[in-house]
DNA sequence: ATAAACTTTCAATAATTATTGAAAGTTTAA
DNA sequence: TTAAACTTTCAATAATTATTGAAAGTTTAT
C-alpha cells in the first residue's frame, strides 16, 4: 500500500464509520482529510480532493465548525477561506463524546426522568415501566456522567484511567 | 403523563436513539416495547402496537436475535412465538458494547493498523499520515479494551468503575 | 398426506437523508 | 462604488435506507 492508496483507504473508512461517532460521511471525510493534510486546506481543494460539490463542503465545514472540531485560518495575504481540523487525538475525541452528550444522551436523560415519574397508579404494568426506564435512567446518566470525566481529565486519560481501572 | 403517554414517550425516544447504540429505529422500538411488557409477546401483538408490518417484525425481530437482545419464548400450548428480551440494563449495555465492538470498531482498528504500517518513503506528507494514523489506532484501540473490560466485569460495573476511578 | 396456522423472504415502494448547483449574499481591493 | 473573488443558501434531485405485503416456506395437528 502506497500513500495514495493508504491515504484513500484511511478516508473512505473513517467516513463510514461517521455513524459510529454520530457525524454524516462528508463531514467525516472532510475531517480526516484535514486531520492527515500537514497544511491548512482551502475549500477548492477540499472540494477537488473528495469530489465533492461547493456547497457540500460550505455546509459541512459549517457543521465541524459547530461542532468545535475544525477552525478557519486566515492566511495573510490569501483572500480565501482555509482550514484546520484539532490535531490531538485525545482532544478529538474530548469534543466529540461533549458534543454527543450534550445534543444527544443529556435530552434522553430528561425523557427517562420524566417519563419513571409518572404517578404510580399501582398497576403492574406502571410498576414495570416506572421500575425499567428508572433502571435505564439510572444507567445512562452515570455512563454519562463517567464519559464526560474521563473525557475531562488532562492529558493521556485513556492511559491513566486503565491504569487506575485494571492495574 | 399517565401510562399510556408515559409508554409511548419511551418507544419513541428510544427508538429515534437507535443510531446511537447503531440500530434502527423498529429495532429500537419493538425492543423498547418488550422491555417494557410484563409478559412475552407475539409477532401480532407487535406488529399491532408500533403499526408496522408482518415483513418488518420479522426481520427485526431476527435483526434483535442476532444480537442476543431478544430471545424466542416457547409457551406450552400455544402455536405463535413469543418473544422477550433481555431486562437487565447492565447486562444489555454488556451486549450492545460487545457487539458493536466486534461488528464496527474492530474492522476499524485493523484498517489504521494497516494504514499506519505503510512504509515510510521519507516524506513529510508519508510521515503524517502514519503518525495521526497511528495515534488514532492507538487510542480506538485503548478504549475499545476499556469498554470492553468495563463491561465484562460482573454485577454493577458501573458503580464500581466509578468508585475505582474517582473516589 | 393435508390443510390450517404461522413465519420468512424479497421485489416493489415509500420515507428519509445527502448532495448538487446555481442564485443570492458577502467581502475585499482598487 | 463597483466588480471580482469568494461563500452561503436552498429548492431540486439523487442516493440510501426502511417498510410493505403478498407469495413462498415451514411447522403442527389431525
New binding site residues.
Given amino acids: 500500500m502506497n500513500y495514495e492508496e493508504a491515504k484513500i483507504k484511511f478516508i473512505s473508512t473513517w467516513g463510514s464509520l461517521g455513524t459510529l461517532w454520530g457525524i ?3 463531514m467525516a471525510q472532510i475531517q480526516a482529510l484535514l486531520f492527515l493534510s500537514t497544511k491548512p486546506l ?3 481543494e477540499i472540494m477537488e480532493e473528495l ?6 463542503t ?2 459541512n ?2 457543521q465541524l465548525m459547530d461542532w468545535g472540531i475544525v477552525t478557519k485560518e486566515i492566511i495573510p495575504g490569501e ?3 482555509f482550514f484546520t481540523t484539532e490535531k490531538d487525538v485525545q482532544e478529538l475525541a474530548r469534543i466529540v463524546a461533549k458534543e454527543r452528550s450534550r445534543r444527544e444522551i443529556k435530552p434522553v436523560i430528561k425523557v427517562l426522568r420524566d417519563v419513571s415519574s409518572i404517578e404510580d397508579d399501582g398497576t403492574k404494568k406502571t410498576k414495570e415501566l416506572i421500575k425499567q426506564t428508572k433502571a435505564l435512567h439510572d444507567l445512562t446518566e452515570t455512563a454519562d456522567a463517567m464519559i464526560n470525566k474521563l473525557v475531562n481529565q488532562e492529558q493521556n486519560w485513556v492511559t491513566k484511567s486503565l491504569l487506575k481501572l485494571f492495574k
Fill in positions: 454524516n460521511k462528508a482551502s475549500m477548492e469530489k465533492i460539490s461547493r456547497g457540500n460550505s455546509m465545514l459549517r483572500r480565501k477561506e
